[in-house]
């Protein structure tokens, strides 16, 4: 590990100043040391509005500047068909936003002049430090439990981010859930309680999005003592959101009902942070 991090240093000094790279590979451990996002410029040396783009577009100072909050890769899909196949390309110009393990964050597709790709790049281009030491042991270790922590922990980073890019932030968190779900096994140990937290988890999305009528509905299909004590945070935090969003409650008695709750005060905190913004 500490040799790939000083290569990826040598590669975060040698391409400093937004220089396009065409390793995805290396792009993404770059991604991971530095905690930003990836953006894959996809194109072919006959695409004429790529050319177009490479001179009136990319070279731009308002583009050239934002440019550096990515680690920005050309991948020529004539040259690296397999990639422009796993990432479905079939017209270009065609722009990815990619977080340090791959993943899809948001797409924009055909020309774009320099205003139009201002605009576009200005969405994502922020710090994933939040994130970091979970999508670095995802990067090293795909498995239920890597899997789990960064699903949760984007649908955090969902409440830092801009309410314009929160939805494309939430699928991001779906789409490590579902790997989640995909990677536990029934022989593991502790499986049902493992897929009770993961049946628990998936509401998160309905309050995170407040859909809080939706939200109580299916929380109530859970059984209070059905729910194994290590989900039981998970299932407080869903009750207290949608009684209090619903105001089923009276607003005294629901938060002196939950504070006695020991080690609870983290998801309130959670809770009401998700009730302001909205």
């Known amino acids: 590990m500490k040799k790939t991090i000083l290569l990826t240093l040598l590669f975060l000094s040698q391409f400093s100043n937004a220089n396009w790279i065409t390793s995805l590979d290396d792009a993404q451990k770059m991604a991971l040391v530095s905690n930003k996002f990836i953006l894959v410029d996809f194109w072919a040396t006959w695409c004429g509005p ?6 009136d577009s990319w070279n731009q100072p308002q583009v050239a500047e934002i440019l550096q909050n990515y680690v920005t890769v050309k991948v020529d899909i ?9 990432y479905g390309i079939e017209s ?17 597709l055909g020309y774009q002049d320099a ?81 009770q937290k993961l049946d628990l988890v998936s509401l998160f999305d ?4 407040r859909k809080f009528e939706k939200l109580s509905k299916k929380i109530a299909e859970f059984k209070e003592n059905d729910i194994a004590e290590n989900n039981k945070e998970y299932y407080n935090f869903l009750r207290y959101i949608s009684e209090k969003a619903l105001s089923k409650v009276d607003p005294m ?17 959670k809770a009401n942070q998700i009730l302001a913004k909205s």
């Open 50 to 55: 790529c050319k177009k783009m490479e001179m």
């Open 78 to 86: 004539d040259l690296y068909q397999e990639i422009a196949r796993k």
């Open 92 to 108: 270009i110009p065609n722009m990815f936003i990619l977080d340090g393990n791959g993943k899809v964050v948001y797409s924009f």
């Open 115 to 195: 205003d139009q790709l201002k605009n576009e790049l200005l969405k994502f281009a922020f710090s994933t430090e939040y994130l970091s030491a979970d999508l670095v042991n995802y990067f090293k270790m795909k498995n239920y439990n890597t899997s789990l922590r960064v699903g949760l922990k984007y649908l955090d980073y969902s409440l830092m981010v801009d309410n314009t890019v929160k939805d494309q932030i939430l699928s991001l968190s779906d789409s490590y859930l579902d790997e989640a779900k995909k990677n536990l096994s029934k022989k593991e140990e502790n499986y049902l309680e493992k897929k």
């Open 206 to 209: 309905l309050a995170y999005e």
């Open 253 to 269: 008695s629901l938060e002196e009902k939950y504070k006695k709750i020991e080690g609870f005060d983290y998801y309130m905190v």
